[in-house]
């Protein structure tokens, strides 16, 4: 088979490319390994919304301004953004390598497809990562990753111990609270977004500040793309004191597991002041701009959030002691690059490239944390991100790519 361009990858951000290449009139295929936004089908748990409003995800069609839609809502919209997109399902692509002026994509379910072109759109966020202390844990106790995670009913019974605090964690040890279990929180230092100040949503005032069109070269911190996510929750705040005071009780990051007994470090503080130390950030980046503007917007409303906690937390946990049957591990993903061409890749198996361009000619990528901007790998990012990687591919094939 022989095509212009193949677009690996039926997520949002491959969605979103093929209707940007479609735009602009370029011949394409979009291969998918299991069914279109397979990962929002395999990988949410029951209680799971987006924690963006309805205004920053239009790639997924019309819906409320302040909307927080459910999985199987996305996964819907997903799938009538893919039935107008020349998508194959249940093709997996085995190996992406440079041939001659272009690209062979060698699959399992469809042959061998030769392209002049290619967009990995497989994300960096699709193979779950689980700390090796994982392997020391006595049998007796369930464990699964975030990926793997239902509902609280889908558990064994007793105290859960949830190992991240960052988003996935904090919502998961929500989730688990609400419906009566007892939480052992394992957290790590991660920033949070206050849900409101100065009378508009926070995430709202960050966007007309440019917070998520920074841009790797801008940082002053570059290790800031190696941080998890700010912690943000569909519709309210979120924190770890909030979570303390919901009945979680907080420990450090788990360090050693013998037998019966996790340890832990002594990072709880130092956590929590981690993401008040965003909050504070976020807060007077919205000030700035407000400043800037000259806008007359009304003084800053508390935040619950802030409000500070007594800390006692466990240096250490028996487990059997406290009747802890199942982890639930929310230690992130990372993506699976091995079917790629071997010089494609750097350290560690992750892709090489500048800007979504792969230091060989013709072949992009999307859907990467940082690939262009903070917001590349969230609904927000992709469309914009798609558009500029089709303007590259049609001026690729056009013969005009510098």
Not at 131 to 158: D, F, I, M, N, T
Not at 301 to 322: C, G, N, V
Not at 347 to 374: E, M, N, T, V
């Amino acid at each position: 088979m022989v095509v212009d361009t193949v677009v690996v990858g039926a997520g949002p951000a491959g969605l979103a490319a093929s209707a940007a290449l479609g735009a602009r009139g370029v011949d394409h295929l979009v291969l998918e390994q299991g069914r279109a936004g397979q990962s929002w089908r395999a990988q949410r748990w029951a209680s799971f919304r987006l924690n963006t409003p309805g205004w920053m995800n239009t790639m997924l069609g019309g819906q409320a301004r302040d909307a927080y839609a459910g999985g199987p809502e996305v996964v819907r919209r997903l799938e009538r953004l893919a039935a107008a997109c020349p998508v194959r399902e249940g093709v997996r692509v085995v190996r992406v390598a440079p041939a001659g002026n272009g690209w062979t994509v060698a699959t399992d379910g469809a042959g061998v497809v030769q392209a002049r072109a290619v967009v990995v759109a497989t994300g960096d966020q699709n193979r779950p990562l689980v700390p090796a202390l994982g392997r020391r844990l006595p049998g007796r106790v369930a464990q699964c990753h975030v990926a793997g995670y239902r509902s609280p009913g889908r558990l064994p019974g007793g105290a859960v111990l949830v190992v991240g605090g960052a988003q996935s964690g904090c919502q998961i040890a929500e989730d688990l609270l609400a419906a009566g279990r007892r939480v052992i929180l394992a957290t790590s230092p991660v920033g949070r977004v206050p849900f409101r100040h100065r009378g508009r949503e926070t995430v709202e005032w960050l966007t007309e500040a440019g917070f998520m069109d920074q841009r790797p070269r801008d940082l002053p911190d570059p290790s800031v793309m190696r941080a998890a996510q700010p912690i943000v929750a569909p519709g309210r705040g979120l924190s770890l004191p909030a979570l303390a005071r919901a009945g979680a009780t907080l420990a450090g990051r788990p360090v050693a597991v013998d037998g019966e007994r996790v340890a832990f470090d002594d990072s709880v503080a130092a956590n929590i002041a981690a993401g008040d130390a965003f909050a504070n950030r976020a807060r007077a980046m919205v000030d700035e701009l407000i400043r800037r503007r000259g806008l007359d917007a009304p003084p800053a409303e508390p935040d619950e959030h802030d409000a500070p906690i007594e800390l006692d937390p466990p240096s250490s946990l028996d487990l059997r002691a406290q009747e802890v049957g199942s982890v639930v591990w929310c230690t992130g993903f990372t993506g699976d690059f091995s079917w790629l061409d071997p010089a494609l890749v750097g350290a560690g198996g992750q892709p090489r490239h500048a800007d979504g361009a792969a230091p060989a000619p013709g072949l992009w990528y999307l859907g990467l944390r940082w690939l262009r901007r903070r917001c590349s790998a969230i609904l927000l990012g992709f469309p914009g991100d798609a558009a500029w990687v089709a303007g590259e591919v049609r001026a690729h094939l056009d013969g005009r790519a510098g």
